[in-house]
């Protein structure tokens, strides 16, 4: 299988439990910001974003909040399922069109 | 279907080839990126193409090379130069560059240098 994601923190949450993932991010002038969804050997799918000029952005069964004082992204998944499985990580974009990507977090739903 | 396709999957390789991954992407994007993944580590971008005929240095190009000769293809090339070849690699691609977009992101390439 896919090497990707060994020695990544790890969250186990409960099947229906909600999940919260951080992300500390590393530029103040930072203003676009993504969180991907990435399965083991597969390319990061798209989640939710939010730009810089709001806080709290909703999706289907996710959150993310963004506290730009501390510099800090979370992302909250309402009734996790096992289908949410993954590496989840975040990515920030200063307006120069390069992201920077974080290292990850491991999502694992126990049944 | 509308996305971005790379091939193949898996490519494995002895030392000191050069090896040619693709990446085709048909949802009429200007811009296209090649990323490195490894274990532990963050995406790390190698080369990016903004414009047709146009592109530039990621963070870590060294031994590696890309084209950009049609808007939908942005191939990549992984030299002999390259000390640690061995990676997953990531193609994206997005709408444009004059603001923020998300970037699409193919299935990715698993090359195995031995």
């Known amino acids: 299988g896919e090497s990707v994601g060994l020695h990544l923190p790890t969250l186990s949450v409960q099947e229906g439990d909600n999940s919260i993932i951080n992300c500390a991010y590393s530029n103040s002038a930072s203003d676009y910001f993504i969180w991907y969804k990435q399965e083991s050997g597969k390319g990061p799918q798209f989640i939710i974003d939010i730009r810089s000029n709001m806080d709290k952005r909703q999706g289907q069964r996710v959150t993310v909040l963004l506290n730009k004082t501390v510099k800090h992204l979370s992302l909250q998944i309402a009734a996790t399922q096992p289908g949410d499985s993954a590496v989840y990580f975040c990515?920030?974009?200063?307006?120069?069109?390069?992201?920077?990507f974080g290292t990850g977090t491991r999502l694992k739903v126990l049944a | 279907d509308g996305g971005i396709t790379q091939s193949p999957k898996y490519l494995f390789r002895k030392e000191g080839q050069n090896v040619t991954l693709s990446c085709e992407q048909n949802l009429n994007h200007d811009a296209m990126y090649w990323y490195r993944q490894d274990p532990g580590q963050g995406l790390r971008l190698i080369y990016y193409?903004?414009?047709?005929?146009?592109?530039q240095k990621g963070d870590i190009a060294e031994g590696y090379s890309v084209s950009r000769e049609k808007k939908e293809s942005f191939p990549l090339t992984v030299t002999s130069a390259q000390k640690n070849p061995t990676a997953f690699y990531l193609c994206a691609s997005s709408p444009g560059t004059d603001g923020t977009y998300e970037q699409y992101f193919g299935p990715g390439t698993r090359l195995t240098v031995t």
């Open positions: 990515a920030e974009d200063s307006g120069t069109y390069k992201y920077i």
């Open positions: 193409s903004q414009i047709v005929n146009d592109f």
